[in-house]
């Protein structure tokens, strides 16, 4: 029998439920919760709250989110669906394509620099609001909380939070009833840490092998502005830009972010929108210069780069239409790969789920916004999509090189996050519960040849998909 160095595949089992009364107790929770993308509170008296949802919403959760934000102070609490604002028939999607999330760069506003993936909503949900000012409260998006609050304009001190509950899966799911106060504190030393970073290097068993140095200044610029709950931005140009340090306050928009000199490889067989064929994606002075494999998502991307080859972005080093701007650290140690909507989802981007899970990484290359008046001008005049995409690694190392002393500190070891293992983590966690169950995650994804059996190169690489179909056809864990 065959012995792997990462943890073997498990995956969490959830019953669906049948009434409000079942989804009550976890919507009590999650409209007291202030900590994580999917908190809903605190709910101010009064409050009349607008909730964007897709067609799919499941009855049951609605009805208990409603009862329970009205329990805490709301007056109104009104779901609408994301798709009826825009005016547009929603689109079924599912995980088996992959490259669709490079063909929404195309798709998606040009012109513009509201970000490329959040489509035709950012607009019209504006317009929406200018109607209906009653709304003291708004929660919307899968993701990118910077972004979404960017995109709502004058509207932006409306915004709460992200929505991710029409899924059933989602709400009863425990990650999102993980204590806030033990939460925070699990991130706390990484935050800490990256302040005394001269170097970082990321490494996956997929192929993935990143690295590059920081100054004390760039290292101290990069952790100020790391933080966001649940979601850290672990790569110094995807922190310290404005549309992401814009959570960061105060801020000074007139400094350039931090350009670091990053080079490598980054592989994978997954992004935000599904799976693909394997892809390497290779990487000089933080800029793409050259893509091989990953099937219509390499394809997609080796004709933007191109296309859009005299792309200078304002501040930006040097040409290009992707730079490496997000190295992106969920920390929900309960999230995990949901099923029950993988193959029919209305979600923009249905894989965004599995990238939540505490020690997965996401990874970004594209553009980042900044110095915002120049940058909206370049978009305009040059006809320009504004966005970046992504590719998912779960078994990351990420190391920094502590400056002092020289010893490499791992901050995820093989897709685990370390600072589950701290001492005085575990023992705040006594405080909530079992700390080997708390602290433990739920869900390990299958990959043969790394944490299961099989040859990576001729079972999963090729076609992720067919092997995962082929699995839970055979009612195994995914």
């Given amino acids: 029998m065959a012995i792997y160095s990462y943890p073997a595949p498990c995956a969490p089992e959830y019953k669906k439920p049948t009434s409000v009364e079942d989804c009550l107790p976890q919507s009590r929770t999650m409209a007291k919760k202030q900590h994580g993308r999917a908190a809903m509170g605190p709910i101010k008296r009064a409050d009349q709250i607008l909730i964007l949802t897709y067609p799919d919403q499941d ?66 949900l504006r317009k929406y609001l200018d109607k209906h000012p009653e709304y003291t409260g708004v929660f919307w998006g899968l993701g990118g909380r910077a972004h979404t609050l960017l995109a709502l304009g004058h509207h932006g001190s409306k915004f709460r939070n992200n929505y991710v509950f029409n899924n059933w899966e989602e709400l009863v799911s425990k990650a999102w009833t993980f204590p806030d106060e033990l939460w925070i504190e699990i991130e706390r030393p990484i935050i800490e840490a990256i302040g005394k970073a001269s170097k970082v290097r990321i490494t996956d068993p997929e192929g993935t092998y990143l690295e590059y140095p920081l100054t004390e200044e760039e290292a101290l610029r990069f952790q100020k502005c790391a933080w966001l709950s649940g979601h850290l931005f672990l790569d110094p140009l995807q922190a310290t830009s404005q549309e992401c340090a814009i959570s ?5 928009w007139n400094v350039p972010p931090v350009f670091h000199d990053l080079n490598g490889v980054l592989a994978g067989t997954a992004n935000h929108f599904g799976f693909l064929p394997r892809i390497e994606l290779y990487f000089e002075h933080a800029r793409l210069v050259e893509v091989k494999g990953g099937g219509k998502y390499g394809d997609l991307i080796r004709e933007m780069m191109d296309k859009y080859k005299d792309t200078h972005w304002p501040g930006y080093p040097d040409k290009g239409f992707f730079w490496f701007c997000d190295s992106a650290l969920c920390t929900s140690v309960k999230s ?20 939540n899970r505490a020690g997965i990484f996401h990874h970004g290359f594209g553009s980042r916004r900044h110095f915002s008046e120049i940058f909206d001008k370049y978009v305009k005049e040059h006809n320009l999509p504004h966005t970046h995409i992504h590719m998912h690694n779960y078994f990351t190392t990420y190391e920094i090189k502590l400056r002092d002393t020289g010893h490499w500190l791992k901050i995820v070891d093989k897709g685990h996050l370390t600072t589950l293992d701290d001492p005085q983590i575990r023992t705040l966690a006594v405080k909530y519960g079992d700390p080997d169950e708390l602290l433990s995650v739920e869900w390990e994804p299958p990959i043969p040849g790394i944490n299961c059996e099989g040859d990576y190169f001729k079972d999963y690489a090729p076609d992720p998909m067919a092997y995962l179909k082929k699995r839970m056809k055979e009612n195994k864990q995914i």
């Fill in 336 to 355: 995990f790969r949901r099923t029950s909507d993988m193959f029919h989802s209305y979600w923009s981007l249905p894989n965004t789920p599995e990238r």
């Fill in 59 to 124: 009855k049951y959760v609605q009805g208990a989110l409603t009862q329970a934000l009205e329990e805490e102070g709301a007056e109104v609490v009104h779901f609408v669906n994301e798709h009826e604002i825009v005016g547009m028939k929603p689109e079924v999607l599912s995980v088996e394509n992959g490259w669709k999330e490079a063909e929404n760069v195309e798709k998606g506003p040009k012109g513009t620099s509201e970000i490329a993936l959040l489509g035709e909503t950012p607009e019209k």
């Fill in 248 to 252: 960061t306050w105060p801020y000074n």
